[in-house]
T-cell receptor, first 113, second 113 residues
Framework: GENVEQHPSTLSVQEGDSAVIKCTYSDSASNYFPWYKQELGKRPQLIIDIRSNVGEKKDQRIAVTLNKTAKHFSLHITETQPEDSAVYFCAADAYSGNTPLVFGKGTRLSVIA | DAGVIQSPRHEVTEMGQEVTLRCKPI?????LFWYRQTMMRGLELLIY????????DSGMPEDRFSAKMPNASFSTLKIQPSEPRDSAVYFC???????????FGPGTRLTVL
């Protein structure tokens, strides 16, 4: 089945700097890759997603890139702010195994003011 | 739309007691997912339904856990008897189709003493 690996597990950046979180997946049939942000004590919330017919998608300070050949995708946050501090999860859809969406283990991002 | 609704938001119970968690998915969504989140194990899929039918319950930890979806607007997750190691945050999520974007409810924080 699909396996999603996410790196790093923790990331600290200075306010204003950029943050990059990377994920790899194993199922070449996967074609939907969402990113979720989970603030402390809150629910995971979708922040951006990408489908395999595009290589990059941007929404203000966040962007996601996808390399289907290499089977990896990344989240980029520019001009980080303290409110970006949260746990970020990547995910990939799966066409085998027991779950239609496989999540990474999460990255705890801390933005230091 | 009110989003995914879960109740209760917090539950504290004693070991051996029965616990029932409830979820109302977003109207029009055909797939419903139950997740458990702990610091140690991250976000784990327990079971998911498609058109009210359980598709895969291989994530359910043991026979003490059961889930039902009697209609398109309601699902329950039951733990009987509960144990301290069941303490976690339980999220319900719904999506339009199995591989579409999942929207999470606010979660139920369960503490078993």
């Amino acid at each position: 089945g699909e396996n999603v690996e996410q790196h790093p597990s923790t990331l600290s950046v200075q306010e204003g700097d950029s943050a990059v979180i990377k994920c790899t997946y194993s199922d070449s049939a996967s074609n939907y890759f969402p990113w979720y942000k989970q603030e402390l004590g809150k629910r995971p919330q979708l922040i951006i997603d990408i489908r395999s017919n595009v290589g990059e998608k941007k929404d203000q300070r966040i962007a996601v890139t996808l390399n289907k050949t290499a089977k990896h995708f990344s989240l980029h946050i520019t001009e980080t702010q303290p409110e970006d501090s949260a746990v970020y999860f990547c995910a990939a859809d799966a066409y085998s195994g027991n779950t239609p969406l496989v999540f990474g283990k999460g990255t705890r991002l801390s933005v230091i003011a | 739309d009110a989003g995914v609704i879960q109740s209760p938001r917090h539950e504290v119970t004693e070991m051996g007691q029965e616990v029932t968690l409830r979820c109302k998915p977003i109207s029009g969504h055909n797939s419903l997912f139950w997740y458990r989140q702990t610091m140690m194990r991250g976000l784990e899929l327990l079971i998911y339904f498609n058109n009210n039918v359980p598709i895969d319950d291989s994530g359910m930890p043991e026979d003490r856990f059961s889930a039902k979806m009697p209609n398109a607007s309601f699902s329950t997750l039951k733990i009987q008897p509960s144990e301290p190691r069941d303490s976690a945050v339980y999220f319900c999520a719904s999506s339009r189709t199995e591989t579409d974007t999942q929207y999470f409810g606010p979660g139920t924080r369960l503490t078993v003493l």
